[in-house]
């Protein structure tokens, strides 16, 4: 027997959702976000099905040599750079784009010998303030970066938004107008846009834009769905119907017995649980697809298993398909029934869920 939990993954879902990049930000360059083992998808994967993007961006050093390894020679961007000279040296190897955000790496350009010079994107920290190069320090530590030998002649300036997905927001444009003063007497291409910004402040869109969460298939707004945007789901999550119970008016169900049935009535259990990576703070009442119907959620998810009502689905049997998110419920909607947000939904898919592909 297959295992029933399963994550299909649409390729021709990535595929659309990049040209949905292109169309929104038609003269820049696209780094595609592939970190988190591509939000969930699978990291070699989706590099193969968005090969056509100009870049791939990752966040850990082990993700850039997987793609290395698999022979993906597009330019990758080391999102948090490196952290000592060892790693610069890998990272110069394998000829990687490296984010400097502070000081000390810039040190370690100085102090440590590379046989190949490195392309270097210097992080500008215009609000966020998480990583980058303080504003009044920028154009010191750049001229710094120009001077160092290790460095390659293109270096190019980045940041990043932190309010970028709510829409009237007024702090993404003050970051906008931070970082243009910052980089006023620098000529180098630019980097600013995440999905958000991708798709609402086009002003932002420079030289090079960074997706992440819209390439698969999500929107990237508060209380935003991917229709809206005209973005197609890519991981559709799903599971199978493994007993249907009839229990009695009061009875309670499940662990801590905290939901108690308000009828008599029939219940199902899904084959899926926070142990796959659904997430056990979905409260009651989440909606869960039966054979393309919605049903609430019921009691507590277990780390294999949850309930389903099925008061509203009398001809369900066992075996019958359950979406969890994806074609036709959208993971913006579990996300907020859950307490987070979609993104951390799809790389939380443990590996115990068989994944597919649908071309
Ligand atoms: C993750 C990330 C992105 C992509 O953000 P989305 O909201 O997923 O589009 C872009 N830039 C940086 C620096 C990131 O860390």
Redesign the pocket.
Known sequence: MTRAAEASIDLQALQYNLQRVRESAKNSRIIS?I?ANG?GHGLLRVASALSSSDAF?V?KIEEVLTLREAAFTQPILL?EGFSDAEELALLAQHDIDVVVHHQYQIDLLEQTSLHSKINVWLKIDTGMHRLGISLDDVSVNYKRLQACDNVAADIAV?T?FANA?DHHDPRTSAQLKRFNSAIAEINAPRSLA???A?LKYSESHAEWV?????LYGVS?FIKGLAAEENLKPVMTLSSKLIAINHYKKGNALGYGGSWRCPDDMPVGVVAIGYGDGYPRAARAGTPVLINDQRVPLIGRVSMDMICVDLRSQPFAVIGDRAVLWGEGLPVEEIAECAHTIP?ELLCRVTERVRITEVE
């Open positions: 976000v970190k939000y961006a966040a999102l980045m990043h997905d995440n999905s958000a991708i960074r997706p992440g969460i819209m990237p993104y």
